[in-house]
């Protein structure tokens, strides 16, 4: 079935131009699916509690999902490939309170800053060696990342260290004001990540090759693209994704806490899978992700509202999950059967 | 050295390859010029691939030489293979579905500009490179939105942005209709004369016939000969890569010469089973003692019609009856109760239990049919198996040897014993003797012929029309997804089948 | 001997002799058992009590992944199914009843059975990926356990309750008796049923084992069934052996330890064939291990790198590259099918078309 283009074209009738764009963009479905569930619950949120869409709380949902945020960019990255990375929320805790005793300790921020993304890189790198040289799955490479960086944790300390490095804490005290509307520089830098991310997935050959990988591994070795490389670079990216977000985290609170994170990267699979990121790898986008997180937020902030009690935003979560998960489900099981 | 009119693009010479246990290639000579379309035949198990293998650089050669272009190469890894400007298309295209037809056209190779890749000129290069071989795709479009017959054209459009002086397409047209073929064909032609060199490998004898300048036969790892395609006489091609094995299975011809009772009801007897998209409604009855065979090209239909019998697919039209009873068969337990068993044409994926012992997968039929909770005593299994393996002739004949190391007609034999253990009344066989060795298809055919005499109902499909008419007495005939007729093997010979199924209810021939 | 060598054990068996020797040199008294008041302590007896809820687990897991899947969701289950049991329990009339223990064992293990059901339909019926499908529980199961506290950690004084954990019969602990029994019927169903068998088949090939009759789907509906069970009973020993429903601490990380101790016994995580006796020893291990780590002064909170160490040098040993490397260095050169730079499998051939070419 060819789609032939002529060069004097009648305008074409919507159904050929619906056809056309669904043959071009299919991806995108799922990632529109997201941002219809967000518009939803804003609107119904507002409509539910009158004072919801207010500039104070639509830059406190950047402001306080800021960490989540970076993680999830780093794990669509991982996730395109078909891998998974278990150990994001434990890098996080680790780098967190590593940075924190390294500024106790008396280093300067700018030393220490480079030391905990370095740690996180090397994490990541650990995981993406043992996946792509020595063929062990995902799940159990980041699992032992997991573990390594758990354990890491509390080696560094037993206990919270509070955080005094004024750099840091700048990173979270200062407030650039429009109106009412206010960002911090974690906003600012979880923004600038997601744009690094957009910007690599979508215009960079490395990028393009992550995709490749996802979508037909061997296809993409045939074709002679860089694959051991990228496969490794893209958990080195979510380990260094770790330590940024363990960066805002103690920024956040003020503390390295190595307990830190325990479940976070459920929440950022569960957030880059919402946002229209297939587990099976090839299919996905950043921007989707950041869509998921700010879902997340809002049903955090939605909860907050009602009183609730916080478990509630778990169970919501993962029943949203479930939905997307059986909805992409019978999509690909009718595209199959139409074959 | 120079490279002159007459340098072969590619001279492969000595190419001697053995694993453990078998000799795959021995001094096998090989030459591709440039400008033509060269085929390699042989039977499975020849050394066709095994060649190619060597030339693309997976295999490393235990002795000869490769030269491109007069220049003697090795090959460590296809990565060099494809410096030297070596592009192969297989049958399961290589390229990425989840991307669109221009960006795997150009993948890796993207113009780019200063804000990163310059898509505009991504997708400007590749239809320029895809109108080259006169096609027109939306390069916009993802892959997955588009037929093989389009997927492959895209990857024979990557393999020129990469420069390619020699192309191997490896059963290019195995999921291709005859109009697909032939704009194929089309581009083959185009590319030969730019001067590519293209390596064509299929087992459609009419098809090789139609494009080839030139074909080399392999038999048994050994180089049988070379020659113009138009010097070469079918019979002559056909002997060469087959031999005197052919007299073995003559022997089998003449027990295909039975008289069906077809006064009793039907074994089973389906009306207008189909399913959209996949099978017409066709109707298909199969006597007692009977073999039917189900003959058409690739792509026919035939493997639909038999798993919606089965149940593997579900059915949404049509009635089946089983004995004269209507039955209801939506999946294989169904069909298993009737006494129906389906060996699948995909041994491996569909068939064989690869960890498991030849033991296991002989007694899982009947296993799976008990349930659980009934577990196979020790002694009725080995006196099962021992008794399946010798009437087979499974070799080694070691019932706690793991399937996956069985060869592919031994373990073609494994899978029938589970189904002949289970007693059933009607078995459908799916290619059951593609990629397998000679002998073991004589012993499979032999054995078949033999249970039918017994009064097994067989249903039979081989892409070997000789086999279907040397075992069936009934031939079924389907083409493009449609049954188009039924001939009595005893009337017909090779030709007129051959003839049928491309030209009955055509208006002339294509 | 050599049958000895390569027996599938083997290894995960010198493994754990091996620490149990490291260990008794280092503290002789790691062997010593003592009977004081009809009743054994020691080390060793500790590790046998102690593993019990992971035991539990990995047995269940081990099925699950037989059948080439996996069980996220454990660790939650049994935050549900103690967090229930201890509910009941707490808002009776009578805690201290043998009657309502047995109503609040039951309720929690049938809650356990019902989540493991559900994960069974997502996966068996409507053919969900395992892995997500379990992703959903383990999320969305200790928000759940957190309600039915109620946000707290629900104690409470229950004699009977308490009995489960810590509890001696004929001098050894209950909980080894219920590890011990859930070991020898699981065994039992897969061994001397044809369950084992069909369940080996499903997980090497699901679709052959489909069009040879096998009931796949019941297979591997069953096997999350059970793995569902068998964690609420290890969240009901848990929550007895803290006399508390900690929704937030039970189970936490279990199924990653459990995936281990499947591993370390040899059963693959590709699916197919399992082995219930390696898993016990796989067990054991890691409970092992984590004494040693005790033993050593190390914090508990710092015994996960230990654990990771022990992760990466397990699937390097199982790794195919490092076999092949090791082949290397020992065989005569041979070609074996690839190129040093490409350890990816080879391309699809012509004489052997794997795939159907018919286009469905």
């Not at chain 1, 999830?72 to 998974?84: E, H, N, R, S």
Request: charge should be neutral; proline fraction near 4%.
């Amino acid at each position: 079935m060819t789609t032939t283009t002529q060069t004097e074209t009648p305008r074409p009738s919507l159904g050929a131009r619906y056809a056309t764009f669904m043959s071009r963009h299919s991806s995108l479905m799922p990632t529109f699916a997201a941002i219809v569930i967000l518009i939803v619950l804003l609107v119904g949120a507002q409509l539910a509690f009158g004072n919801f869409i207010t500039p104070r709380n639509m830059s406190a949902l950047l402001l306080n999902n800021a960490y989540l945020l970076i993680l999830a960019v780093g794990l669509t990255f991982v996730i395109l490939t078909g891998g998974i990375d278990l150990s994001v929320g434990s890098v996080m805790a680790f780098t967190g309170i590593l940075c924190a005793k390294l500024l106790a300790d008396g280093l300067p921020a700018i030393v220490a800053i480079p030391l905990m993304l370095l740690g996180g890189a090397a994490i990541g790198l650990l995981i993406g060696v043992l996946v792509h040289y020595f063929d062990v799955q995902p799940f159990i490479a980041s699992l032992a990342g997991l573990f390594l960086a758990r354990g890491l944790a509390f080696v560094v300390s037993l206990s919270s260290i509070r955080v005094e490095d004024p750099a840091v804490l700048w990173l979270q005290r200062t407030r650039l004001t429009v109106g009412d509307w206010y960002l911090t520089p974690t906003g600012i830098l979880a923004l600038l990540i997601v744009a690094i991310g957009v910007f690599v997935t979508q215009w960079t050959r490395f990028g393009r090759t992550i995709y490749a990988i996802g979508g037909n591994e061997q296809s993409a070795r045939l074709m002679g693209l860089p694959v051991a490389r990228t496969k490794i670079l893209v958990y080195v990216i979510s380990g260094v994704c770790g330590g940024l977000a363990g960066l805002v985290l103690t920024a956040y609170s003020g503390a390295g806490y190595p307990l830190n994170g325990v479940g976070t990267e459920l929440d950022a699979i569960a957030a880059v899978v919402i946002g229209g990121t297939l587990l099976t790898g090839g299919s996905g986008y950043v921007i989707g992700s950041m869509i998921g997180v700010l879902v997340y937020g809002v049903i955090k902030t939605i909860i907050a509202f009602m009183g609730a009690e916080q478990s509630w935003t778990r169970i919501i979560i993962g029943g949203l999950l479930l939905v997307f998960i059986v909805v992409q489900r019978f999509i690909v099981t009718r595209s199959d059967r139409r074959r | 050295m120079t490279v002159n009119e007459d340098t072969p693009a590619i001279a492969m010479r000595g190419i001697t390859i053995s694993f453990p246990g078998v000799l795959a290639l021995d001094h096998v000579d090989f030459t591709l010029r440039r400008g033509e379309v060269h085929s390699l035949m042989g039977e499975n198990g020849a050394g066709k691939s095994t060649l190619i293998k060597a030339l693309t650089g997976v295999y490393p050669i235990d002795s000869g030489t490769i030269a491109v272009d007069g220049e003697e190469r090795v090959f460590s890894a296809t990565a060099d293979a494809q410096t030297a400007g070596i592009s192969t298309v297989y049958q399961e295209v290589n390229l990425c579905a989840n991307l669109s037809v221009g960006e795997n056209v150009m993948l890796g190779h993207e113009p780019r500009g200063r804000a990163g890749i310059d898509w505009k000129a991504v997708h400007r290069l590749a239809a320029e490179h895809l109108a080259g071989l006169g096609l027109a795709v939306d390069t916009r479009s993802i892959l997955s939105s588009h037929s093989i017959a389009i997927q492959q054209l895209v990857a024979i459009s990557r393999a020129m942005v990469l420069d390619a002086k020699v192309l191997i397409l490896d059963e290019p047209t195995s999921s291709l209709d005859r109009g697909e073929v032939e704009r194929l064909f089309a581009v083959i032609r185009e590319l030969r004369d730019q001067g590519v060199a293209i390596l064509f490998v299929s087992h459609f004898l009419e098809q090789v016939y139609e494009i080839s300048d030139r074909i080399t036969v392999l038999r048994n790892g050994r180089l049988v000969g070379e020659h113009l395609a138009a010097d070469l006489p079918r019979d002559s091609l056909v002997s060469q890569m087959i031999g005197r094995e052919l007299d073995e299975l003559d022997a089998i011809s003449r027990t295909a010469d039975r008289v069906i009772d077809r006064t009793a009801a039907p074994v089973l007897r389906a009306t207008g089973v189909g399913r959209r998209g996949m099978l017409e409604p066709a109707d298909l009855d199969i006597y007692e003692g009977e073999v039917v065979g189900l003959a058409g090209l690739l792509g026919s239909g035939r493997t639909e019609l038999v798993r919606l019998l089965y149940g593997a697919d579900k059915a949404d039209s049509g009635t089946v009856e089983i004995g004269g009873r209507p039955a209801r068969l939506t999946s294989p337990r169904h069909a298993i109760d009737h006494r129906i068993a389906f060996s699948s044409e995909d041994r491996r994926a569909e068939g064989i239990i690869a960890d498991l012992t030849v033991a296991e997968n002989i007694v899982l039929g009947i296993q799976a049919k008990r349930g659980w909770m009934r577990p196979v005593r020790r002694a009725e299994r080995d006196q099962v198996v021992s008794e399946y393996i010798s009437a087979l002739g499974v070799r080694p004949a070691d019932p706690d040897m793991l399937v996956r190391n069985l060869s592919g007609g031994n373990q073609q034999k494994v899978l029938l014993a589970r189904w002949l253990a289970t007693a059933p009344q009607l078995i459908i066989l799916d290619e059951p003797t593609r990629g397998i060795d000679v002998g073991a298809k004589a012993d499979i055919q032999r054995k078949v012929a033999e249970l039918s005499a017994q009064g097994l109902s067989v249903v039979f499909i081989s892409s070997e029309l000789e086999e279907v008419l040397r075992l069936a007495q009934r031939v079924v005939v389907m083409r493009d997804r449609r049954r188009i007729g039924e001939l009595d093997s005893s009337t017909v010979d090779l030709d007129l089948l051959i003839d049928y199924i491309a030209n009955e209810g055509e208006g002339s021939a294509a | 001997m050599k049958k000895l060598v390569t027996h599938r054990l083997f290894w995960p068996v010198m493994a754990l002799l091996a620490l149990i020797v490291v260990n008794t040199i280092a503290r002789p008294q790691f062997i010593s058992v003592t009977l004081r008041d009809g009743e054994l302590y020691g080390a060793l007896i500790d590790i046998l009590r102690n593993s019990a809820p992971l035991m539990l687990v990995a047995l269940g897991m081990t099925i699950v992944i037989a059948t080439r899947g996996i069980d996220l969701s454990v660790g939650a289950i049994m935050a549900v199914s103690g967090a229930v049991a201890l509910t009941i329990i707490d808002t009776s009339g009578d805690p201290g009843s043998g009657a309502t223990v047995a109503v609040a064992l039951l309720v929690g293990i049938l809650v356990a059975l019902v989540l493991g059901v559900w994960n069974g339909f997502l996966i068996a019926v409507l053919g969900i990926q395992p892995i997500i499908a379990t992703l959903v529980l383990m999320l969305a199961g200790r928000g759940v356990a957190l309600l039915i506290t109620d946000g707290f950690i629900t104690t409470v004084t229950s004699a009977p309750y308490k009995f489960i954990a810590t509890g001696y019969v004929i001098g050894l602990p209950f909980a080894l008796f219920i590890s011990v029994a859930a070991i020898i019927v699981i065994a039992l169903l897969e061994r001397r049923t044809a369950l084992g068998v069909l369940t080996e088949s499903v997980g090497i090939n699901p679709e052959a084992s489909r069009l040879a009759g096998v009931r796949a789907r019941g297979i591997v509906f069953g096997a999350y069934a059970a793995s569902g069970v068998l964690a609420g009973m290890a969240g009901i020993l848990y929550s007895s052996n803290i006399m508390a429903a900690d929704a937030n601490a039970a189970g936490l990380y279990i199924e990653l330890y459990a995936i281990l101790a499947v591993v370390l016994g040899g059963t693959s995580l590709m699916g197919g064939k399992f082995t219930i006796a390696g898993t016990v020893v796989g067990v054991l291990t890691i409970q092992t291990l984590e004494s040693t780590i005790l033993f050593l002064g190390v914090p508990s909170a710092q015994a996960p790198v230990f654990f990771a160490a022990v992760v990466i040098v397990v699937v390097l040993v199982q790794s195919p590259r490092l076999h092949r490397f090791a082949r290397g260095l020992f065989a005569s050169r041979r070609p074996d099918g690839g190129g040093p730079s490409t350890p990816a499998p080879t391309p699809p051939t012509t004489t052997e078309p794997t795939k159907a070419e018919a286009v469905r």
